[in-house]
């Protein structure tokens, strides 16, 4: 199976910084990665979009993290990540990688989720 595992969250002041990471594992040759994103759900709230890559490298980001995260890839690695300066309160949450795949063996796309890591932002 596949499975994505994130790793970097933690506790920062406001105006810190963290790396998150998401490494895809288990038997990835049995898929096609099209494009890699990172979620965050914050308490309350509805899990909504942070930052999207593509398999050619097109990047999107929500309005509220433009200029202050950053999102890339090393394909070597199958690992994606999430560069976040500046933090602000608003920014805790719990922090999902997602990973939008066509399964070769199957034929049929999938939809990945990692279990979350969590974010806190406070002084």
């Known amino acids: 199976q596949v499975q994505l595992v994130e790793s970097g969250g933690g506790l920062v002041q406001p105006g810190g910084s963290l790396r998150l990471s998401c490494v895809v594992s288990?038997?990835?040759?049995?898929?096609?990665?099209?494009?890699m994103g990172w979620y965050r759900q914050a308490p309350g709230k509805e899990r909504e979009l942070v930052a999207t890559i593509t398999s050619g490298g097109s990047t999107n980001y929500a309005d509220s993290v433009k200029g202050r995260f950053t999102i890339s890839r090393d394909v070597a690695k199958n690992t994606v990540y999430l560069q976040m300066e500046s933090l602000k309160s608003e920014d805790t949450a719990v922090y999902y990688c997602n990973a939008d795949t066509f399964n070769r063996v199957l034929l049929r796309p999938m939809n990945l989720w990692g279990q979350g890591t969590q974010v806190t932002v406070s002084s």
């Open positions: 288990g038997s990835i040759f049995r898929i096609n990665i099209n494009a």
